[in-house]
């Protein structure tokens, strides 16, 4: 049901432009990864599912609005307790794939920022793990959703990507995270592809843009376990 909310919402409140439809496959297994710009970036990528969608997403959303965090309780999305591991969560996420399923993950572990940022390992792990392939999604627009605005409505752009992989990584320790770390980058580099340049962050090929990035990819839960940073923001 909250799926197919999607298209009479965005149709509402927004002018949503939709590419790469195509690319879509009818069934899993399957990664749906894609830049987080947005707390609504997951009700996007609902609107382009064909199938029942398992979300990994944080318990604890400190950039979300108070009125928008019943939703992910709707959905039951599969909670990362983000500063611990949270390795229970990764057992499950493997297991939807590993049974055929379809599992949606944003691999930079959260929205703090509105430029591309390195991915935190956890998709990579997935994808190597499972040997999944991967959906990439480019997503823009979302943050101009809200607040709305009598008689404007946001534009909206969700490009989908073709697939790639499977990927393995080997080793153990350091090693593997050194293998780990590139596939991270491989996959964001196939979603840069598919947002502006100059949202690429990290991966853009202009030095400036770059430049620009610096400091974004401080992850906030580095030194925190999820739930604290909440306390931090409230």
Not at 23 to 33: H, I, S, W
Request: aromatic content about 8%; glycine content about 10%; proline content about 9%.
């Amino acid at each position: 049901m909250l799926r197919q909310l999607t298209r009479p919402a965005f149709a509402l409140l927004t002018e949503i432009h939709i590419s790469g439809a195509e690319n879509v496959p009818d069934k899993g297994p399957l990664l749906v990864v894609g830049n987080h710009f947005s707390f609504i970036d997951p009700v996007a990528v609902l609107r382009i599912a064909r199938w029942p969608l398992e979300f990994m997403a944080g318990a604890h959303p400190p950039y979300a609005p108070t009125l928008s965090l019943f939703i992910p309780g709707l959905w039951d999305v599969l909670p990362l307790y983000r500063g611990t591991g949270s390795t229970y969560a990764i057992k499950n996420a493997a297991a939807v794939l590993k049974q055929g399923g379809v599992l949606g993950i944003f691999p930079e572990g959260g929205n703090w920022a509105e430029v591309l940022r390195p991915a935190r390992p956890g998709a990579a792990f997935l994808a190597s793990l499972t040997g999944a392939p991967l959906l990439p999604v480019g997503l823009h627009g979302l943050n101009d959703v809200f607040p709305l605005r009598l008689g404007k409505r946001a534009r909206v752009t969700i490009n989908i990507g073709k697939l790639f992989g499977p990927f393995r990584a080997t080793g153990h320790g350091r090693e593997r995270r050194v293998q780990l770390d590139e596939i991270g980058h491989e996959i964001m580099r196939h979603i840069a592809d598919l947002i502006p340049p100059e949202k690429r962050g990290h991966y853009s090929d202009d030095p400036a843009v770059r430049a620009a990035a610096q400091g974004t990819e401080v992850y906030p839960w580095a030194d925190k376990v999820e739930g604290e940073i909440l306390r931090e923001v409230h």
